[in-house]
């Protein structure tokens, strides 16, 4: 798979307008990553996306990419949409997978910090007040990204 990272700082931490939610990874970022040198399904998969517009990324979509920290500044806007409606909200893993691979991103991006603290304080209350099972992984980043920034 590329190695890409993107790091536009002048994207970071605002919205998504509707004319940019019809458009491709490939088309925002002016990036054309070609056939992917590796056969596996994320590689495969990470490829594909960068072809769909970025307003028709499902949870999971948004998950996968996130998690390899592709194109944050355009997919970590429409996660925290998500994930002010439901910090829980689940991709194809677990309860909260996308938040938790927003979490790992942010160490490399803090650009988005604020607006994760509320999210996790959400997920928090939502953590301390059920009996359902809940990822210990996921627990221990939000209690952890809470103490060191909220």
């Known amino acids: 798979m590329a190695e890409r990272r993107s790091n536009s ?5 605002q919205c998504v307008g509707k004319s940019e939610r019809k458009k491709t990874l490939e088309q925002l970022d002016g990036e054309n990553w070609g056939a992917p040198t590796i056969g596996s399904h994320l590689a495969v998969s990470c ?7 970025i307003g028709e990324f499902s ?5 996968m990419m996130i998690g390899q920290k592709f194109s944050l500044e ?7 949409e998500r994930l002010q409606v439901d910090p829980m909200v689940e991709g194809d893993n677990f309860e909260g997978d996308l938040l938790s ?3 790992k991103a ?3 991006d803090a650009s988005f910090v604020p607006q994760l603290v509320a999210v996790c304080q959400k997920a928090y209350q939502y953590i301390d007040q059920t009996d359902d099972y809940t ?3 996921l627990v221990k980043l939000v209690c952890d ?3 060191e920034y909220a």
Not at 9 to 13: D, E, G, I, M, P
Not at 47 to 53: A, E, G, S, W, Y
Not at 59 to 63: A, P, Q, Y
């Open 9 to 13: 700082s002048s994207r970071k931490s």
């Open 47 to 53: 490829h594909k996306l960068r072809q769909k517009p």
């Open 59 to 63: 949870v999971e979509n948004l998950r």
């Open 74 to 80: 355009w997919l970590m806007p429409l996660a925290l």
């Open 101 to 103: 691979s927003c979490l």
């Open 106 to 108: 942010v160490k490399t």
């Open 135 to 137: 990822d210990p992984e």
């Open 145 to 147: 990204f809470l103490r």
